[in-house]
């Protein structure tokens, strides 16, 4: 069993910046390409940013520029800084990743992490 755990999300005023963090933990032989996607209410769930094992990564175009997706393989972890933030931004913000055990690939989502940006 594999978890992914975010954090970092908050209440921020347009303009500003927040960090959002997510955890791999479990049973885990390494982990493919890592993921950010959000959701706002009555919308579907679109993809944000993603990073690959090699550092590969992709933006949605809404936040280029002022978005960056990393990486850190050795602590299992993807972070999404978040800078320039627009109310359109607001969110769940859910992290994803693909998971490598046993030659088998198995796709997670963490439980969601709420962002709200407004004055």
């Known amino acids: 069993q594999v978890h992914l755990v975010e954090s970092g999300g908050g209440l921020v005023q347009p303009g500003g910046s927040l960090r959002l963090s997510c955890v791999a933990s479990?049973?885990?032989?390494?982990?493919?390409?890592m993921a950010w996607y959000r959701q706002a209410p009555g919308e579907q769930r679109d993809l944000v940013a993603a990073?690959?094992?090699?550092?590969?990564?992709d933006y949605a175009d809404s936040v280029k520029g002022r978005f960056t997706i990393s990486r850190d393989n050795a602590k299992n972890t993807v972070y999404l800084q978040m800078n320039s933030l627009k109310p359109e931004d607001t969110a769940v913000y859910y992290c994803?990743?693909?998971?490598?055990?046993?030659?088998?690939?198995?796709?997670?989502w963490g439980q969601g992490t709420q962002v709200t940006v407004t004055s």
């Open positions: 994803n990743a693909d998971v490598f055990l046993f030659g088998a690939t198995i796709n997670y």
């Open positions: 479990g049973s885990i032989d390494s982990i493919g390409t």
């Open positions: 990073i690959t094992s090699g550092g590969s990564t």
